[in-house]
């Protein structure tokens, strides 16, 4: 008698844990049943927004005019200003051909300096990588501070660039890094060497 008081307790306790998980998997089940599709959902934003997908599919297709029309409706709303320009500029980073077209047909538009700044910044960090300085070799430093550097100069060949400057954290965050000392730098001893070619499809400045 007293061997089977454990058994039975076994066998209740897999029971319930066996119907606990029936129902557990049922609700889950359910709740899956209300959820975008994995395969479209857009794990670049954490929100719907019609317009920047707009944007971007413009990209795409090497149109910039939604994308500077969007960014010059976002005025001095900052936030939306700065996302819509991260969106526009990691584009640019894969392929300017759009973005020297924006600045030819104006070139004298701040919002496309600020889209360049912004992608060269992108563009420098893939070039150096987000790897401690002590992992970033002297080539890697150089071309980092280089395309940065080249931001800058387009910077200042405009005028009106400095419409949107408050906001506009990119523009500083470009000074910032390229007149303070890079660690990779000096422990690589990047000062002097060759600057190396960089990726392919590194940014051309527009003529």
Same mark, same amino acid.
């Given at each position: 008698?007293?061997?089977?008081?454990?058994?039975?307790?076994?066998?209740?306790?897999?029971?319930?844990?066996?119907? /606990?998980?029936?129902?557990?998997? /049922?609700?889950?089940?359910?709740?899956?049943?209300?959820?975008?599709?994995?395969? /479209?959902?857009?794990?670049?934003?954490?929100?719907?927004?019609?317009?920047?997908?707009?944007?971007?599919?413009?990209?795409?297709?090497?149109?910039?005019?939604?994308?500077?029309?969007?960014?010059?409706?976002?005025?001095?709303?900052?936030?939306?200003?700065?996302?819509?320009?991260?969106?526009?500029?990691?584009?640019?980073?894969?392929?300017?051909?759009?973005?020297?077209?924006?600045?030819?047909?104006?070139?004298?538009?701040?919002?496309?300096?600020?889209?360049?700044?912004?992608?060269?910044?992108?563009?420098?960090?893939?070039?150096?990588?987000?790897?401690?300085?002590?992992?970033?070799?002297?080539?890697?430093?150089?071309?980092?501070?280089?395309?940065?550097?080249?931001?800058?100069?387009?910077?200042?060949?405009?005028?009106?660039?400095?419409?949107?400057?408050?906001?506009d954290g990119h523009l500083r965050t470009a000074t910032a890094l390229?007149?303070?000392?890079?660690?990779?730098?000096?422990?690589?001893?990047?000062?002097?060497?060759?600057?190396?070619?960089?990726?392919?499809?590194?940014?051309?400045?527009?003529?």
């Open positions: 008698m007293h061997g089977m008081i454990p058994l039975t307790i076994l066998v209740v306790s897999l029971v319930v844990w066996l119907v /606990k998980r029936r129902r557990t998997s /049922k609700l889950a089940a359910a709740a899956g049943a209300d959820l975008v599709p994995r395969e /479209k959902q857009n794990t670049n934003r954490s929100f719907p927004d019609p317009e920047a997908d707009a944007v971007e599919a413009a990209l795409a297709r090497g149109e910039w005019q939604p994308a500077a029309q969007a960014i010059a409706a976002a005025g001095t709303d900052w936030e939306r200003r700065s996302y819509l320009v991260d969106i526009v500029a990691d584009h640019a980073a894969r392929d300017d051909a759009w973005l020297r077209a924006w600045q030819a047909a104006r070139p004298d538009d701040p919002d496309a300096a600020v889209v360049r700044a912004a992608a060269q910044v992108a563009l420098a960090w893939e070039i150096r990588t987000g790897a401690w300085a002590k992992h970033v070799t002297g080539e890697q430093a150089a071309g980092f501070l280089r395309v940065l550097a080249g931001g800058l100069h387009q910077r200042q060949r405009r005028p009106g660039a400095g419409r949107h400057q408050r906001g390229t007149t303070a000392p890079h660690p990779g730098t000096a422990d690589h001893g990047g000062r002097g060497k060759p600057v190396p070619p960089g990726p392919a499809r590194l940014l051309r400045s527009p003529a």
